[in-house]
């Protein structure tokens, strides 16, 4: 998890603890480690690196139509338990869950 151009502040409720390099942060709620802009380098450019490329993807994504028309509101956006199969999948609402989802493919 990370969030960037703001400080690790901005990410609450996960009792966060810094690692000593001061890179990255840890918290028994989070699988993994969790990054902010506000942390020692090269945490910094590699937070702005990756805002960098999910702007990318968003766009590249958000101009593919979609690739059967079954991929179209799937479940209304309630898609708790649902396994995704490779394609674009586009909604016209909210899309929320509250269990696992799944994403098949290579």
Known sequence: IGVSPIAATAMT?????ADSS??????????????????APPTPSKMTTAISDMETAYTDAAGRPI??????NVK???????????????WGSDVMFDSDIY???S
Do not use: M
């Open 13 to 17: 409720g996960f009792s966060l603890a």
């Open 22 to 39: 001061n890179t990255f942060s840890t918290s028994t709620q989070i699988k993994g480690k969790a990054y902010a802009a506000d942390y």
């Open 67 to 72: 690739s059967d028309n079954s991929n179209l």
């Open 76 to 90: 209304s956006g309630l898609i708790s338990g649902t396994t995704f199969e490779p394609g674009v999948y586009k």
């Open 103 to 105: 994403i098949k493919g």
